[in-house]
């Protein structure tokens, strides 16, 4: 017998022992125990779609460890664990087909289109900081995230804005904790996930796993 199951004829027993009022007790906590605290996906047109993620920052820095290489590899790779039947067009696919066109304009349906990918997954790093004073690493970021349907002629499918993202949520790391390179994996790795989460349930405790991850 299945440990679900288990628990199931366990509470019909124990509500023959109890008052109605205990027994629906008894059932919401059990099903909080089984199904946990999930969130459903704001967006769930990426599963079993070919989806190419782009990702741009006002940063001068390019290359996959700029700020928009890494937050749009690792939401890349996310989504390619996490999202059903979803195949993601490889980073360097893309980078070498804007190469290839001398592509310069911010036309990210005709990317899309280039790489036979049915959705592009654009983000816009708007505003990216590691920093809260000289000694203090403090992550913030402003993302807006856009979805393009390239099958329906290119259309906006969703849109969602990230304001205002802090890492970590509560207080700073001081510099002599760690190096800048370790915090800003940590601070991308959470900006990503938090980016990523959009497009499929997770439960709300992997919000808390992201902080924890700089308690070392």
């Known amino acids: 017998m299945s440990r679900i199951r288990k628990i199931i004829v366990l509470l019909l027993v124990a509500c023959t022992l109890s008052s109605f009022t205990g027994c629906r007790t008894l059932f919401s906590n059990a099903l909080y125990v089984i199904k946990g605290d999930k969130i459903d996906a704001l967006y769930a047109g990426l599963e079993g779609k070919r989806v190419a993620v782009i990702c741009n920052s006002s940063s001068p820095a390019s290359g996959p460890n700029s700020p928009a290489g890494l937050v749009g590899r690792q939401t ?8 059903t039947d979803i195949e993601i067009v490889p980073m360097e696919e893309v980078a070498n087909w804007i190469d290839r066109n001398n592509w310069n304009e911010i036309d990210y349906v005709e990317v899309g289109r280039g790489v036979n990918a049915d ?10 900081s590691l920093r809260d004073g000289p000694t203090l690493y403090k992550g913030r970021a402003a993302v807006t995230t856009s979805v393009y349907d390239i099958v329906d002629d290119g259309k906006v499918a969703y849109q969602g804005n990230t304001y ?7 207080g700073a790391k001081h510099s002599a904790e760690t190096s800048e390179a370790a915090f800003q994996r940590a601070y991308t790795r959470a900006l990503s ?3 990523a989460k959009d497009f499929f349930s997770y439960d709300k405790k992997e919000d808390f796993a992201q902080d924890a991850t700089l308690i070392r």
């Open 76 to 83: 890349a790779k996310l989504l390619g664990q996490r999202v």
């Open 164 to 170: 205002d993202f802090t890492f970590p949520q509560n």
């Open 193 to 195: 996930h938090h980016l």
């Open 119 to 128: 959705v592009v997954l654009f983000l816009d790093i708007e505003s990216y």
